[in-house]
Structure formats: C-alpha cells, structure tokens
C-alpha cells in the first residue's frame, strides 16, 4: 500500500526545519500523497500563491510525492460572502432559519449547494488554486455534501420551578457569550406549570437542509410534489421527510453531483489530468462509536446526500477518501471492504484513519489498522490529525 496524507499549514510545520521533519515522517509511513488544505479565502475572489504554501508544495514534489490542494466546499464561505447581497447563497434549515444568522454551533455556516453562485464560487476557487500552485496534481473535495445533525435541549419541567412558564414558548432562545441559539418546541409535553406538571419538555433545532425557496420550488419542478412556500417551513420540511423522502434524497443526492460534476468540468478546463478527489462519511451522524449511537446503513446518503458511487461510476472522480474514524481495527476493516465493494474497483480508495491525541484508537495499534486496510482492498491510508506527523 502507498498512503496518503491530510496536512494543515499550521505553527508546527512553518519553518524548513519542520518541513525536513514532515518528510521524513512521510517516507517512513510510506506515504506518496500529501492532500494540503487551503482556505477558500485565500483562493476567492482572487488567489495568489502565499509563499510558504508555495515552499511546501515545491519542497514535497521535490521529494517524489504527489500533492493535492483540499478545498472546503459548501462550509467555510470567503468573506465576501458576508457582504450584503450574498444571502440567498446560504442554506435554510428545516424551521425557516438561514445558516447566515444561524449558523449549527454558533460558526458552522454552510452554503447551499443548489445556488449558481456558490458553485460558481466553488469553481473559481478550484481554478484560482490550480492557477496560483501549477505544479499541484489535483484538488480534494472536503465538505462537499449537506450538513446534517440534530440538537435537543431537554428541560426538567418537575424542577424548572418558576422559571417553567418561560419554557412552554413554542420558541426558546438560549444566549451566551459565544452567541445565540434558538430552539423549537415540538409538541408540549406540559400541562399545568403551577405547581410545574410534567416530566420534560424537549426542544430542537434541526440543522437540516436545504429547505429554501429555491430548493422547495426546484424539488416540486422535478417530482411534481406539491409544496407551500406560505406555510411555516417546519410543517412543510416534515411532510417532505415524512411523506416524500426517497424523492427528497434523490433530489438532494443530485445536487450535490451536480456540483461535483461542475468542479470535475473547471479542473479539466484549466488544468487538463490533474486528478478530482473527495472526503466522504461513512455514516450520520458521525462518530457513533464516541457517542453510543448505533450505525446506520445508507445514513451518508440520505442525511449528507453524498451518492458518491455514482461519482465514481460517472468517472468524476479519481480517488476517492472515507473518513473511517473513531472505529475498532476490524469494524475499521469491514467498512472500508464495503467502500470498495461498493464501486467495485472503480476508482482507489484511501481510508481515512484519526491518530489524534483527543481519542482512544489507532495510535497504540497502527500496524492492526494497516492490516486491516490492506486486506480490505484499500489502495493505502490516508492519515489524519492536526500533527500526525509529529509522532
Ligand atoms: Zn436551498
């Protein structure tokens, strides 16, 4: 196996004397693919290569390894995407609520894929990046699905004393000093709140997307499925997910192909057999094994709308990079043979694998992982934490 790499330009690796030590971590995990994340404002509206980005690239290719450019797709927006008049190119979640003003933990922004100019955004950012890096040899696709997750807020009504009457609003507002956030009553689980009466009262705020106009009026264009504009969104998002929700993922799965299919057109404009690769989830949410949830088969599809198989049967894409983290070596192994099983060897596969500090997992049992990646069809591991090289 040759394996990969995900790297941040960060305080560690500034300096030569860290590059020298990046590299020779790299030869001794044998990797061959350096994947380096560039932010989206440096590359939009207009991008010029920063010298030490620059340095490294060169000093890598110098090395006899590949390297590929990671762009953020649909979160991270450039600046200027604050800017009055870029609003419409934020997602809407499933009450109404714009990710511009409302982003899922105070600063997750996300864009909504199913507007031209975000994915005209998306291009030129791919087109500035392989413009101002030429030697790279592709670019990676992070994020380029729909954000998805589920927050609920659960107040004891039996001990919420006085304060209770405040929390049988249809709406709760909870605000501190790194923002705000606002959550919604479901149904009312309360009675009589003096003396308070009940047990508890559960409040949410699905960050699921995109239920904007455009998109509601784009997905009655192509099922034929009613949908009010006039109604309040969260009614409408439920009949959808409800009532509709095999055309609701289709819809969504396709958007996002779409994009990737636009990036796929840019890359081959302006830098003709330079490689398209993309990060992809194995499951939403992510993370079960932290968090005791169980798997659920399909989630990646239909929550983050990646139907990343028809990208590799489409040939958009050249490899592809699952982020199989927080897993045993052999659930680690079962799930990336069933990634590529999946496209039937249609493009190579890296299996992402976390050796952070933050979890439990790889770091005391490399070698398992490795095995396990080999014997599962990988075309190798690609490697992920702020300092993976380091260790
Ligand atoms: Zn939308």
């Known amino acids: 196996m040759e394996n990969a790499v995900w790297v941040y330009m960060n305080d560690s690796l500034r300096t030569d004397r860290n590059f020298d030590g990046f590299i020779d971590w790299a030869k001794g995990k044998n990797v061959r693919l350096v994947i380096l994340y560039f932010p989206k404002d440096e590359l939009y509206p207009a991008g010029q290569a920063a010298p030490e980005m620059a340095a490294f690239v060169e000093r890598c290719k110098g090395e006899g390894l590949e390297v590929h450019g990671m762009v953020s797709g649909f979160m991270s927006p450039p600046k200027e995407f604050f800017e009055p008049g870029y609003e419409q190119c934020f997602a809407v979640d499933w009450h109404g609520c714009s990710s511009r003003f409302h982003p899922a933990g105070g600063n997750r922004h996300f864009l909504d894929p199913n507007q031209a100019l975000v994915i005209e955004m998306l291009c030129t950012a791919v087109a500035n990046l392989l413009d101002a890096y030429p030697s790279l040899d592709g670019v990676q696709l992070d994020f380029v699905r729909y954000f998805h997750s589920t927050t609920v807020l659960t107040v004891d009504t039996a001990e919420a004393g006085s304060d209770l009457r405040l929390l049988v609003q249809d709406k709760l507002k909870v605000s501190g000093e790194r923002g705000e956030a606002v959550y919604f009553l479901d149904s009312p689980s309360v009675k009589f709140n003096d003396p308070p009466i009940g047990g508890v009262q559960q409040y949410y705020h699905y960050y699921h997307y995109c239920f904007c106009d455009k998109c509601l009026t784009d997905f009655n ?122 496209i039937g060897g249609k493009m190579p596969i890296y299996s992402g694998l976390l050796t952070s500090h933050d979890y439990p997992g790889p770091r005391g049992s490399l070698q398992e992982y490795l095995t396990a990646a080999e014997r599962s069809g990988a075309a190798g591991v690609c490697f992920f934490a702020y300092h993976t090289w380091l260790e």
Not at 298 to 326: H, R
């Open 221 to 342: 264009a192509t099922y034929g499925i009613p949908v009010s504009l006039d109604r309040p969104r969260a009614e409408v998002a439920r009949e959808i997910a409800t009532g509709h929700a095999a055309q609701w993922h289709a819809f969504r799965a396709e958007v996002i192909t779409r994009a990737v299919k636009a990036v796929r057109e840019t890359v081959n404009q302006v830098a003709a057999g330079k490689r398209l690769s993309a990060t992809i989830w194995y499951n939403s949410p992510y993370g079960n094994r932290l968090t005791g949830k169980p798997f659920r088969p399909g989630s990646e599809y239909t929550d983050f709308g990646q139907a990343w198989e028809e990208w590799a049967a489409q040939g958009l894409m050249d490899f592809i990079c699952p982020m199989n983290y927080w897993l045993s070596p052999s659930e680690y192994g079962e799930i990336t043979q069933r990634q590529v099983t999946r």
